[in-house]
């Protein structure tokens, strides 16, 4: 086993337990949750397989589904983001994807900051929509979409800057 991937065990255990055990009860304002355990999906490889990414991905869900009974939604939305992610990949940031070296700790921070957007606000629409799940709550639902995006990007940002590798 290689050095890879014991850090991706590890990003998925400790984003799975500070998610379940901190970020579930802060519940702000009756409606605003971050959910910092999408980092796993943003910064999973980009030259790793696809198909175990996805089920990666699925297995991340579940196991959310599982500890917040949410019958789920969580799984189909990070299936959801792990499938569109090789698009927001190309269209953030363009031939340091297609050319499969992009590493996330040496991309410029307006990339970056638009990638983990893209995909938090995609992740949090799927998932509120079908928590929701009633068209004529519409505004609730961009309401829970937009502040817990907000409040989940500022955290995912402030997480992959202090814990990012410095190189120079």
Request: net charge positive.
């Amino acid at each position: 086993m290689n050095n890879s991937l014991y850090s991706n065990i590890t990003r998925f255990v400790l984003l799975v337990l500070v998610q379940v055990l901190v970020l579930n009860h802060i519940n702000f304002m009756g409606y605003i949750n971050p959910y910092i355990y999408i980092l796993f999906i943003l910064l999973y490889p980009a030259k790793n397989n696809r198909m175990s990414f996805i089920l990666l991905s699925f297995l991340l869900g579940l196991t959310i589904d599982l500890f917040l009974d949410s019958g789920g939604i969580h799984a189909a939305a990070c299936v959801t983001i792990a499938y569109l992610r090789p698009m927001v990949l190309k269209f953030t940031f363009g031939t340091v994807y297609e050319y499969q070296t992009i590493k996330f700790d040496t991309v410029d921070f307006a990339s970056k900051l638009l990638y983990i957007t893209i995909l938090t606000f995609i992740h949090h629409f799927i998932l509120f929509s079908l928590e929701i799940f009633n068209i004529s709550k519409i505004i609730l639902l961009l309401q829970k979409t937009l502040f817990s995006s907000i409040f989940t990007i500022i955290l995912s940002v402030l997480v992959t800057i202090i814990f990012s590798k410095k190189t120079k």
